[in-house]
């Protein structure tokens, strides 16, 4: 079975005046379609790099990305961007949700670039608070809610549009412990029951112990846990 996710030689360059910096070197790696996968390492070891390439926010300097049999990395702006909307449900540390909106208009915000009428996206940002336990809250704007539940309106956000592939960067980075369990045990009940392929950055060793699978990286280099350790 090919893999939902398929990195060969993969490497990422910035340009900083006349200084070229490697980020990501000769990266190789798969992903399975239902996986959950931690990527943990140091500080500017190229951990967001990585995920931001794998979720088409950004495109490598070499090497190559297929995700669910499309190379994204051939893909111009305007299809990487259309690709993006489709395919990949997005959640970050800090929850950007919009101030003014409420929990239910924050979630159908991804919607307003489908061609669903109002009624039916009204309809699918319902279910999908009821997924992240937050149907009672659908009319509360973000200041009338919890950290944890801003998070949960972020993934439900994430996840409205149905996408193949979630990406979360330091998901719980910004709740409190309790918080933070929620959240995750959100994200795993996600993977187990719903079948949803999760790449998460995370430096939490609790938060890794909820994926299926981790890896390390150093020095934009994917390492095995023993090296990362002796590092």
């Given at each position: 079975?090919?893999?939902?996710?398929?990195?060969?030689?993969?490497?990422?360059?910035?340009?900083r005046?006349?200084?070229?910096?490697?980020?990501?070197?000769?990266?190789?790696?798969?992903?399975?379609?239902?996986?959950?996968?931690?990527?943990?390492?140091?500080?500017?070891?190229?951990?967001?790099?990585?995920?931001?390439?794998?979720?088409?926010?950004?495109?490598?300097?070499?090497?190559?990305?297929?995700?669910?049999?499309?190379?994204?990395?051939?893909?111009?702006?305007?299809?990487?961007?259309?690709?993006?909307?489709?395919?990949?449900?997005?959640?970050?540390?800090?929850?950007?949700?919009m101030?003014?909106?409420?929990?239910?208009?924050?979630?159908?915000?991804?919607?307003?670039?489908?061609?669903?009428?109002?009624?039916?996206?009204?309809?699918?940002?319902?279910?999908?608070?009821?997924?992240?336990?937050?149907?009672?809250?659908a009319?509360?704007?973000?200041?009338?809610?919890?950290?944890?539940?801003?998070?949960r309106?972020?993934?439900?956000?994430?996840?409205?549009?149905?996408?193949?592939?979630?990406?979360?960067?330091?998901?719980?980075?910004?709740l409190?412990?309790?918080?933070?369990?929620?959240?995750?045990?959100?994200?795993?009940?996600?993977?187990?029951?719903?079948?949803?392929?999760?790449?998460?950055?995370?430096h939490?060793?609790?938060?890794?112990?909820?994926?299926?699978?981790?890896?390390?990286?150093?020095?934009?280099?994917?390492?095995?846990?023993?090296?990362?350790?002796?590092?």
């Amino acid at each position: 079975m090919s893999a939902l996710i398929e990195i060969r030689d993969l490497s990422k360059a910035y340009t900083r005046g006349k200084q070229t910096v490697e980020v990501l070197h000769s990266i190789q790696l798969d992903v399975q379609q239902g996986d959950f996968l931690a990527l943990m390492g140091p500080s500017g070891s190229g951990k967001t790099t990585l995920l931001n390439l794998i979720g088409g926010l950004d495109t490598p300097t070499g090497g190559s990305i297929n995700v669910g049999g499309e190379r994204i990395d051939q893909l111009s702006g305007a299809a990487l961007a259309k690709w993006r909307a489709s395919r990949v449900g997005f959640v970050f540390q800090f929850y950007n949700l919009m101030p003014t909106l409420s929990a239910q208009k924050n979630v159908e915000l991804p919607l307003l670039l489908t061609k669903l009428s109002a009624a039916e996206r009204r309809k699918r940002a319902a279910i999908a608070l009821q997924l992240v336990g937050l149907a009672d809250r659908a009319s509360h704007k973000p200041t009338e809610l919890s950290g944890g539940q801003q998070q949960r309106v972020s993934i439900a956000r994430a996840i409205v549009s149905d996408p193949t592939l979630l990406v979360c960067d330091e998901p719980t980075g910004d709740l409190d412990r309790q918080s933070a369990e929620d959240v995750l045990t959100l994200l795993q009940a996600l993977n187990r029951e719903h079948g949803k392929t999760i790449v998460m950055v995370t430096h939490d060793p609790r938060a890794a112990a909820r994926a299926s699978r981790t890896l390390h990286l150093d020095k934009g280099t994917l390492v095995t846990e023993a090296e990362a350790m002796a590092a």
